[in-house]
Nanobody, 124 residues
Framework: QVQLVESGGGLVQAGGSLRLSCIASGGTFSRYAMGWFRQAPGKEREFVGR????????YYRDSVKGRFTISRNNAIALVSLQMNSLQPEDTAVYYC?????????????????WGQGTQVTVSS
């Protein structure tokens, strides 16, 4: 059983930056690909990005490419989401999630473990 805890959310003005962190415990972190998802009020949870087990493969949704960067440190069971040039439409609760599969999935149904989420609010 893997536990995930996100941190780093907050309120930022448009154009600003935030760095989200997700610490994992209770499992072998390097066994899991890690994803970031977000859910805005009244909307479905959506894929933001994914990093493979070793960190050599990265995937992003189109709207965040060039602005968001995912990284991981398997030695300390940490995955991060660096968010730059934030826009009001990036406002959401952000979740990290763990996937034992290797398919590069963007579907939330393929992720077995989830954190509780951290709020990101971008003001205009």
């Amino acid at each position: 059983q893997v536990q995930l805890v996100e941190s780093g959310g907050g309120l930022v003005q448009a154009g600003g930056s935030l760095r989200l962190s997700c610490i994992a415990s209770g499992g072998t972190f390097s066994r899991y690909a890690m994803g970031w998802f977000r859910q805005a009020p009244g909307k479905e949870r959506e894929f933001v990005g994914r990093v493979s087990r070793t960190g050599n493969k990265l995937y992003y949704r189109d709207s965040v490419k060039g602005r968001f960067t995912i990284s991981r440190n398997n030695a300390i069971a940490l995955v991060s989401l660096q968010m730059n040039s934030l826009q009001p439409e990036d406002t959401a609760v952000y979740y990290c999630a763990a996937d034992e599969g290797v398919s590069g999935s963007r579907s939330l149904n393929d992720y077995e473990y989830w954190g509780q989420g951290t709020q990101v609010t971008v003001s205009s």
